[in-house]
């Protein structure tokens, strides 16, 4: 299938520049090199980003695995997110893309833009059995550019002991309302109530999607009562005491380490930290965020898709479509989320089969599957622009520098400032 929309490979080196805000906020890697992609019939090239997963390890040993049921051997390079992004565009302007790229999801719309990535028709995929609200993310004017491995998102944690003594139950909180009670009753105990990451980073608009997309506001429009209401939730815990004042500058992680110390009732945070929460000296439950007037906030992904980039000899694709399906059967998405821990799988087959195996991740299955990418609605390369415009108005409301409804219109002006 010819594809319309491919511009100039040479484009590459201004959507570098873009791709600087992106950065997967759920687990991170860093480190990594690479030599050029192999252009020998019986090497095929895999790049990721997930140096920490060296050759001796699991992950190294699957893939391959899928080299070796192709009938290749994969030559495996690993880099930190952002440098990924990186690499791949420039190894598209220099004629050496690798056969295939694990790529943070943000990241997809990006690599496609320039006209580096096959679609998934062209390279004879079937995604018809992948959730469709994950394959979004990859999604840019119609056409699919990968396939999701796996997604994690967030939900919210709760110390189950603080709850139980302040007489709260986690079942009865499914909305704005209801949620904030049992702030009000944990406080009220002598407890700290809730803890989220308002960073002034990719990992604060992560974060804030979830009230945002629960209000029913929209990325193209940051000051619509939806998303003033959204912010006005989040400043009114802080004003309350509900919320302390370090998650102006808090990072997920920083806020689990302070959801660890067992003074707090919630943190909001992410699927990676299940095997964390198992182990923590108090017990832990999980709630689904809510939305404003009850249900399942669609809260944003995290994540990788697994991507072809063009190749000039085409014959290549062949093996490459057989390497791609050997990691996104339901039992390579299975595969995955037992590698990794924290990954639930983007097909229904897949999810039902990781919960035979663990049923107590039906609360993160049923988050992801209520999920949002980043990037979906067709925003493309304009979400991080986007995004940091969102960011910087938490960051002045939380602060006080500003009314909620004051920051959303100066982030909205600034967002159309910088993708007009």
């Keep these: ?27 991170c890697s860093s480190g990594g090199s690479s030599d050029s992609a ?3 019939d019986s090497t095929y090239t895999w790049w990721d980003p997930y140096p920490q997963h060296d050759g001796s390890s699991d992950w190294e040993q699957r893939v391959q695995q899928c080299g070796e049921d192709a009938g290749v051997t994969i030559e495996r390079t690993a880099y930190d997110t952002t440098a990924l992004t990186n690499q791949a565009l420039l190894s598209a302007q220099e004629g050496t893309s690798p056969d295939v790229i694990l790529i943070d999801n943000p990241a997809v719309s990006t690599l496609a833009d320039t006209g580096m990535l096959t679609t998934v028709d062209e390279l004879g995929l079937d995604t018809g059995d992948v959730d469709e609200n994950l394959l979004a993310a990859g ?4 056409e699919a550019y990968g396939i999701p491995i796996g997604a994690n998102t967030l939900a919210l944690y709760y110390n189950a002991e603080i709850l139980e003594a302040a007489g709260v139950d986690p079942a009865s909180i499914t909305d704005w309302a209801s949620l904030t009670a049992a702030l009000e009753a944990v406080t009220a105990a002598g407890h700290e109530g809730i803890t989220f990451a308002g960073i002034g980073t990719e990992e604060g608009s992560f974060q804030f999607l979830p009230w945002f997309w629960g209000a029913g506001a929209d990325l193209t429009q940051l000051d619509s009562p939806e998303a003033v209401a959204a912010l006005e939730l989040w400043k009114g815990w802080l004003d309350a005491g509900y919320a302390p004042n370090t998650v ?17 009732a919630f ?9 964390s929460a198992a182990e923590a000296g108090f017990e832990t439950g999980v709630v689904q965020l809510p939305a404003q007037d009850g249900g399942v906030a669609p809260a944003p992904t995290g994540g990788e898709f697994i991507v072809a980039p063009v190749q000039e000899d085409t014959e290549r694709y062949e093996t490459t479509r057989q390497i791609v399906e050997c990691m996104t059967t339901p039992e390579g998405f299975v595969e995955t989320a037992n590698t990794f821990a924290y990954y639930i799988p983007p097909t229904e087959a897949g999810q039902e089969q990781l919960l035979e195996e663990q049923p107590e991740l039906e609360t993160w299955v049923e988050a992801v599957r209520s999920a949002k990418g980043r990037t979906s609605d067709n925003l493309g390369t304009d979400y991080p622009m986007i995004s940091e415009a969102l960011w910087g108005a938490v960051q002045d409301a939380l602060s006080g520098a500003a009314t909620p409804q004051e920051a959303l219109e100066t ?3 600034e967002a159309e400032a910088a993708t007009s």
């Design 248 to 264: 102006i500058q808090n990072s997920q992680n920083t806020t689990w380490e302070e959801f660890l110390t067992g003074n707090f």
């Design 411 to 413: 982030a909205q002006a």
């Design 1 to 27: 299938m010819q594809n319309t929309r491919r511009k100039p490979v040479a484009l590459a080196t201004t959507a570098v520049l873009t791709t600087a805000t992106l950065a997967l906020v759920g687990a």
């Design 267 to 275: 943190v909001e945070n992410g699927t990676w930290q299940v095997n």
């Design 139 to 142: 999604v840019v004017d119609g």
């Design 38 to 40: 192999s252009g020998d």
